[in-house]
């Protein structure tokens, strides 16, 4: 019987009569099934054209795939021995080999990015590390110091000596008892400019080196203000001639009425102006911090020479800050020379903004990288000698002058007054001060021992007095600052070479 028939597919196993009809009627289901979707995908209208024109359009992509294939018979390759096939199976291969054509595809997607994105992660890398770098705390210091050359002074009080210094050029101009020096970078005289009834003082530069403005009076004129092209360097001869006829022809700018003498001379970063500080007639210029003005030019439509002047303030003019919103000034009071800066009248309206006071000093240089030099009084206190009792007896008493750095950051008009006071106290010192005894002092304790004199205070003048700071830029983006130094009866040019620093580089070159 059926049921108790051997099934070869059990493996010898004897298959009862109920489980070998379950499994008869599960195959006749499927059959079934199978019959039906026959029928019905006979019974459904199939569009040709359209089937064909597709299998054309497959066919010629996969045709890179499987050479030999000819995209026009409308028959898909057999990726597995590269020969045309048919029916279902040709199909089900061309299903998948489109599928792993995708795949392909993706992953030259993805490796065409990955060299974009391991770009994209140094630069990313590369910002981080500037920004750390920037955070860092920086310092300026000196790398190298140099005395260019000496000139005598007509007295204890003389500070007629003027520089400027053309950014990356050979040579420099100095002014001096109203005579116009051309000078080599090594301190070397090369040439007087201008005529002899000339009289010079405070020579400046324009930012792009273009031009030379320089105070200037001659018999039977007033003081005037000429601005002058700067030639060409060939040699310092032809340099020399040229610039002296230029100078005979430069253009004439007033000085407004009863200014008798310039006392100072600056460029603004932006545009054709300049900043002078003027001393009118009678006015004692040790009492009186003369008034400061700002003139600019410009020629019409005609090509006529238009200037204007106007009144700023009073005080001495001390240039600007680097991006020019602000000027800096220098006046005495009670006794001592205190440092302002007050809003750029072009960028500002006058009742924009107020001066803001920052502190003690003078002679300030702003330079391009944000930091701010200045001068500072140092009183210096020397006990001499000593009293039987144990007080201090012969005691010596002076102010010397250090050039110091600070770093103002922020709107200096929303500061306080006790944060304004503190930016100049806590400057570093770039070049401290003169130490040391004088022979002077040394005669004086000795006269005051000779006559029994145990206590007596001795004040002295600065050894050393820093009359002069300008911003120099050497060949190759090298930052420097040239000065001038009063030493008793004696002016002395010189330059520092400036680099900035971070706090662990400080470190590492010290060690």
């Known amino acids: 019987m059926p049921g108790n028939q051997q099934s070869k597919a059990d ?32 019974a459904t209208p199939v569009n040709e054209e359209l089937r064909q024109q597709l299998r054309q359009k497959l066919a010629q992509r996969l045709a890179a795939q499987a050479p030999g294939a000819d995209p026009s018979s409308g028959v898909l390759p057999d990726i597995r021995t590269g020969a045309g096939g048919t029916g279902e199976e040709t199909a089900a291969v061309n299903i998948a080999d489109g599928m792993r054509t995708v795949s392909m595809r993706g992953e030259r997607r993805r490796e065409r990015w990955w060299p974009w994105l391991a770009a994209l992660s140094v630069l990313l890398l590369l910002a981080a590390g500037l920004l750390y770098y920037r955070q860092l705390p920086r310092q300026l210091v000196v790398t190298g110091r140099q005395e260019l050359g000496g000139f005598l002074a007509a007295g204890e009080k003389d500070t007629a000596l003027q520089l400027a210094v053309p950014p990356g050029e050979d040579y420099l101009l100095a002014a001096g008892h ?6 080599d970078r090594q301190g070397s005289q090369r040439a007087v400019l201008g005529e002899a009834h000339d009289q ?21 004129r007033g003081a005037e203000i000429c601005l002058a092209e700067i030639p060409g360097f060939n040699s310092w001869n032809q340099f020399s001639t040229a610039l002296t006829e230029k100078l005979r022809e430069a253009r004439r700018i007033p000085v407004p009425a009863g200014v008798s003498k310039l006392s100072s001379l600056y460029w603004a970063p932006l545009g054709p102006k300049l900043v002078f500080s003027g001393i009118k007639d009678g006015d004692n210029a040790g009492q009186n911090d003369g008034e400061i003005f700002i003139t600019s030019w410009q020629e019409d439509a005609r090509g006529t020479f238009v200037q204007q002047t106007q009144f700023l303030t009073e005080g001495r003019a001390a240039g600007w800050s680097p991006d020019g919103r602000w000027l800096l000034l220098t006046r005495s009071r009670d006794g001592e020379e205190k440092i302002y800066l007050r809003p750029n009248p072009w960028l500002f309206s006058q009742s924009a903004g107020q001066e803001v006071l920052l502190g003690n000093g003078s002679q300030p240089l702003w330079l391009k990288e944000g930091y701010l030099l200045f001068v500072r009084p140092v009183q210096q206190e020397m006990v001499l000698t000593y009293s039987p009792d144990g007080l201090p007896g012969l005691v010596l008493s002076r102010w010397e002058e250090e050039l110091c750095w600070v770093r103002p950051e922020g709107d200096f008009s929303r500061w306080t007054s006790a944060t304004r006071l503190k930016l100049l106290e806590r400057a570093a010192v770039l070049l401290p001060a003169e130490s040391g005894l004088p022979t002077a002092v040394l005669e004086w304790v000795q006269r005051m021992e000779a006559r029994g004199m145990q206590r007596a ?38 330059r520092l070479e400036l680099a900035e620093r971070t706090g662990e580089e400080e470190k590492n070159g010290q060690k």
Request: proline letters at 4%; hydrophobic letters at 35%; a positive charge.
């Open 11 to 42: 493996g010898g196993k004897i298959t009862s009569l109920q489980e070998w009809q379950e499994r008869r009627r599960g195959t006749e289901n499927i059959e079934l099934l199978a019959e039906k979707m026959r029928r019905l995908r006979a």
């Open 178 to 183: 109203g005579r116009l020096l051309l000078m």
């Open 200 to 220: 010079y003082s405070y020579p400046a530069i324009s930012p792009d080196g273009r031009y030379l403005a320089v105070a200037h009076t001659a018999s039977g």
């Open 457 to 494: 205070r001795l004040s002295l003048p600065p050894q050393r007095r820093i009359l002069e700071l300008v911003m120099g830029e050497e060949k190759g983006g090298r930052r420097a600052v040239y000065y001038v130094l009063g030493q008793q009866q004696r002016l002395t040019v010189g």
